[in-house]
């Protein structure tokens, strides 16, 4: 129990990482940064491969293309939503916004694949997640108050960075359940290898994406300086970095944590993304949260442990 609590905090401090990295370079565009992260992370999953190259030649083609939808989904329009959102509205709105991911994945299970996981009694399920949206409130009240404060404040831009982070929480809510979907189907499969041929299939779609968006950089005289931008060690560092430590490391740990913990005790545990990405976003303001803050977070971690303790009751199925 307790070095897997120790991987789960492991996962949860590197997938942080992730909602910092845009704030780091604001002067690139979040589409760039979700290419080069994808591509470093390819890259990484070739020699992975190599190790795994048994188990990946009994893929067919149709799980190859499975892959591909998870690589493209999963990470590429994730992580592009995500960027956006965080250097439109910074990072701890998107942050709470993502951190629901323990209780909208149960949720879309309960309307997707109750009749095999069971169902989670919606009247058990209502106060936890008015909870978990006031806490949500709390924190982007005292957003919208630094927004007021600031007399160059966009509101219009920050409401679009809300929008993306929902749409990077759509994409995060649909791949875990497809992934699954797929592991369930496929039980002699090794989870390793699946997650290597996620990487290598992210590989080409982020060189073609990386390569299109040079291309049109060049064809439209856009003064930003490609391949690597005005800060190339910092760009090339950085996209090193969340592709090894956030999209391999933390997934490693995560997959050790799984397997130590109870799955339950696992789901509750992703709160420690949120809570990394929180507190590396006020160590790099330079300032502690507000009160308000504070209570957001609160409510919003009581919320999704109140949640992942409800229990899905089976359904009946009628002959």
Request: aromatic letters at 10%; one cysteine or more; hydrophobic letters at 50%.
């Amino acid at each position: 129990m307790l070095s897997g609590v120790a991987f789960a905090l492991a996962a949860g401090m590197m997938w942080g990482l992730v909602f910092v990295g845009p704030l780091l370079i604001p002067e690139y565009p979040a589409s760039l940064q979700s290419y080069g992260r994808y591509l470093c992370f390819g890259l990484i999953a070739l020699p992975l491969g190599w190790i795994d190259r048994a188990e990946l030649r009994r893929l067919e083609r149709a799980d190859w293309l499975e892959a591909l939808k998870l690589a493209m989904v999963g990470n590429l329009i994730y992580y592009l939503c995500l960027a956006s959102a965080i250097q439109r509205a910074g990072t701890p709105l998107p942050a709470m916004i993502i951190g629901t991911l323990p209780v909208l994945i149960p949720i879309c299970s309960n309307l997707l694949n109750h009749r095999r996981d069971g169902r989670l009694p919606w009247a058990k399920l209502a106060p936890s997640l008015g909870v978990i949206l006031a806490g949500i409130a709390c924190v982007n009240q005292v957003e919208l108050t630094a927004l007021a404060d600031n007399p160059n404040a966009d509101y219009r831009r920050y409401a679009g960075g809300a929008l993306l982070a929902v749409v990077a929480l759509g994409c995060w809510t649909w791949y875990p359940i497809r992934n699954a979907n797929w592991l369930r189907h496929h039980q002699g499969r090794k989870p390793r290898a699946w997650a290597t041929a996620q990487g290598l299939a992210t590989l080409p779609l982020a060189f073609v994406a990386y390569a299109v968006y040079w291309s049109w950089s060049a064809a439209t005289d856009d003064p930003f300086a490609m391949p690597f931008g005005p800060r190339p060690m910092a760009f090339i560092g950085l996209m090193a970095a969340t592709g090894l430590l956030a999209s391999w490391v933390g997934t490693l740990c995560w997959n050790e944590a799984s397997q130590r913990l109870p799955t339950v005790v696992a789901g509750q545990l992703i709160v420690f993304e949120t809570l990394s990405a929180l507190l590396y976003a006020y160590l790099l303001r330079g300032q502690w949260p507000e009160p308000l803050t504070f209570v957001g977070i609160g409510l919003l971690l009581i919320g999704v442990l109140w949640a992942v303790r409800i229990k899905p009751e089976p359904c009946e199925i009628a002959h």
